[in-house]
């Protein structure tokens, strides 16, 4: 497996950014573009990548709710996640991603309608449009599993990668976004194994943060720093490292280098007492 995360040092060229990368002792990335407006500069990139040994973990399409209410706001979402599939395949990444989208205002906002039959159809239906307009031949197309929106669970993307029914299609594996209950909070390593049993094949990159269950009504739960949580990173680790030695593991959402390095320093020490190579 690979470990990545942002980058705090300039990386507006493709020697920079392989140059933070390697200061960090990454070997796996963010796509480093966030558009595709020269391809010139895209093909820079992904060969700086190849001749040093970088994975390009994902291309995020995050922000576009390709499911909304409102016709417009989907049109341009499905538009918009068809862009980055584009870049992500020509710049080689392993996977574009974005939550499914949801039925409220909000693009990842939570909404009665998430879970409604005609909703599940409406995923399905912009999913295939996605890909089938951006038609990639190397990269996939990923949905990331969420709290309050398909898919929630191995099972229900399970189901949506038979019903979408897409070769290029691919999951992203983020456990903490599941962890939505006290149950799955304490068992946890049980549910990383259950979604490694039957997404593993499928996985193509992972988000590393951890989750805090705090002691006050009603639920609360909250992502924290790898390393200042529940989350089992020893399942964690070790169910991933079964998979092709390329899946990424990404860390996110955090504030500042020194958090980010403190996270890389945790993942870092659970791979090494796993005598897991990363």
Known sequence: MRLGAPLFKPSDSPDNWIAALKYHGYTAAYCPLKEMNDSNLVQAYADAAKQNNIVIAEVGAFGNNPISPDDEIRKQGIENCQNKLALADAIGARCCVNTSGSRAKGWASPHPDNYAPDT????????RNIIDGANPTRSYFALEMMPYMLPDSPESNLELLKAIDREQFAVHFDPVNIVNSPQRYYDNGALIRKCFEILGPYIKSCHAKDILLHDKLTTHLDEVR????NLDYNIFLTELNKLDVDTSLMVEHLKGEDEYAKAAEHIRSVAKENAISL
Do not use: R
């Open 120 to 127: 599940f159809d409406l995923i399905v239906e912009s999913v």
């Open 226 to 229: 790898p390393g200042t949580g």
